[in-house]
């Protein structure tokens, strides 16, 4: 069905990514499009410098420029240092960008198990995503080489308890990884004081930046092997050499557009207030959440006061498509079916379905909000009484 060309498009899809995108990151796009090439080498690395400042990294050379957070994810798992017959531990809400590398690694010389979650409520959802208790067993039998998680569920926004994560598993020698998609832009994330070994993250979503560009972090002791080719010469010791980490030969060329789309991004980031931005938008979610609830045989996940600002919802009898098609008809752009994140599905129990998620964006006005809050109703009035 074709959304009433008479209303305009409230868009409610940010964790897939953000739109609107900020005018300086269209003319700062514009502007590298038609830079001469003597430029590019100073332009990369003033990005690269801003990124590394951004998330706290004083060596810019920890955090490798991708074009996404998938391929970085890729990347850190295909690269981490982990002896053969040793155990990668991982959760059940990860997206597909996790789940695949690490069920091509398993195949190859290590096995992959899940943390369990907690027990699933119909009513108020997951009162822990996963069992910390049963994770500290895990990692006392010394023979796991690698923990990757996701800091936020993709399908409902609801965080993971990644500190204590990183904690647990360093008090036992393990690296992490963590997958933070969904996190960076919204929390300011210094990495280094972080702790974890290795993170990737898209410039996407929360940074407000294009699509194309993103990228992955790595400590000093992060153990990784990399059989690339070198791809520059080694100057003063300055340059790791090759085997020992992935670098630009792994990942192809970053795209410099991309790259300096993503660079006004973080610098307008830069001036504003990331927390009360997170704040205003889980006040925002959580204000749809309480409107939906007026919907008999309606089940909403996440859109808690400590979530993402994303829910995504159920309503009995009614696939998750027709649901955004219905939404879509009074002018609702949103996501729907399995988020690319199956295994939170089949935990929620919404495989056969899928969901809907609702998600708002940094800065969107409150009058937008009030408006797809009378839209929801308005297509919820439309539905069939019986389903």
Not at 142 to 164: H, K, M, Q, S, Y
Request: charged letters at 15%; proline letters at 5%.
């Amino acid at each position: 069905m074709q959304a009433d060309q008479t209303l305009r498009h409230l868009y409610l899809n940010h964790a897939g990514t953000s739109w609107p995108k900020p005018e300086v990151v269209s003319e700062a796009i514009r502007d590298a499009t038609f830079a001469s090439p003597s430029s590019w080498p100073n332009r990369f690395d003033n990005a690269h410098k801003t990124i590394a400042d951004f998330f706290g990294v004083n060596c810019r050379e920890q955090i490798l420029l991708t074009p996404g957070c998938t391929s970085a994810l890729a990347v850190a798992i295909g690269d981490a240092r982990i002896a053969p017959g040793k155990r990668i531990l991982t959760s059940r809400w990860e997206h597909h960008a996790v789940h695949r590398p690490l069920l091509k690694r398993a195949n190859a010389d290590v096995s992959v198990e899940y943390i369990p979650p907690g027990q699933l409520n119909s009513t108020s959802g997951l009162t822990e995503l996963i069992d910390l208790q049963w994770l500290e067993n895990a990692l006392s039998k010394r023979d796991v080489g690698l923990v990757a998680i996701t800091a936020a569920c993709n399908v409902t926004g609801e965080l993971l308890p990644f500190t204590e994560v990183i904690e647990l598993a360093h008090q036992h020698g393990v690296q992490v990884l963590i997958d933070a998609a969904q996190l960076v832009g919204w929390h300011k994330l210094n990495l280094t004081e972080l702790g974890a070994d290795m993170v990737a993250f898209g410039g996407h979503k929360g940074l407000q930046g294009p699509w194309g560009i993103g990228g992955l972090y790595m400590s000093e002791q992060v153990q990784m092997e990399c059989a690339s080719a070198q791809c520059e010469l080694s100057v003063s010791g300055s340059t790791q050499s090759a085997g020992v980490r992935p670098g630009y030969c792994d990942v192809g060329s970053v795209d410099q557009f991309a790259l300096a789309g993503l660079h006004a991004a973080i610098q307008m980031l830069n001036q504003q207030n990331l927390p009360n931005h997170l704040d205003r938008a889980r006040h925002q979610i959580q204000r749809i959440g309480e409107a939906l609830k007026e919907r008999e045989g309606l089940q909403i996940f996440g859109g808690n006061k400590n979530s993402m600002p994303s829910i995504a919802l159920t309503v009995s009898g009614l696939p998750s498509s027709k649901l955004a098609s219905l939404l879509g008809k009074n002018g609702l752009v949103v996501g729907s079916g399995l988020q690319c994140s199956p295994l939170a599905h089949d935990t929620l129990g919404t495989m056969d379905s899928g969901v809907v998620r609702l998600s708002v964006g940094l800065g969107q006005p409150d009058e937008e909000i009030d408006e797809a809050i009378e839209r929801i109703r308005q297509a919820f009035s439309q539905m069939p009484v019986a389903l």
